[in-house]
């Protein structure tokens, strides 16, 4: 059984820093691209950063230059380093792993920025 579990969310003052991770683990033939994503109470879950197997990375626009996501694929890890952060950042951050035409995800972690 593929589980997804996400850490490092928490409460950060604006303009500062989090890193959350994203540790897969169970059986997976082959792992394809893995992404997070936000969701606020009310609102649709939005994607926010993607990057591919081998390493190709996309971003919304309203993270870029701030939020960079990675992965160790030897460690089955996926991480989304966040900085400058504002408040309209405040959500719920899930990971989702794709593998072939299943998409797994996390149970999610709060990224709450305030003063």
């Known amino acids: 059984q593929v589980q997804l579990v996400e850490s490092g969310g928490g409460l950060v003052q604006p303009g500062g820093s989090l890193r959350l991770s994203c540790a897969v683990s169970g059986r997976i033939a082959s792992s394809g691209a893995m992404a997070w994503f936000r969701q606020v109470p009310g609102k649709p879950r939005e994607l926010v950063a993607v990057?591919?197997?081998?390493?190709?990375?996309d971003y919304v626009d309203s993270v870029k230059a701030r939020f960079t996501i990675s992965r160790d694929n030897a460690k089955n890890t996926v991480y989304l380093q966040m900085s400058s952060l504002r408040s309209e950042d405040t959500a719920v951050y899930y990971c989702?792993?794709?593998?072939?035409?299943?998409?797994?995800w996390g149970q999610g972690t709060q990224v709450t920025v305030s003063s």
């Open positions: 989702k792993l794709q593998v072939g035409l299943t998409d797994y």
């Open positions: 990057i591919s197997s081998g390493g190709t990375t």
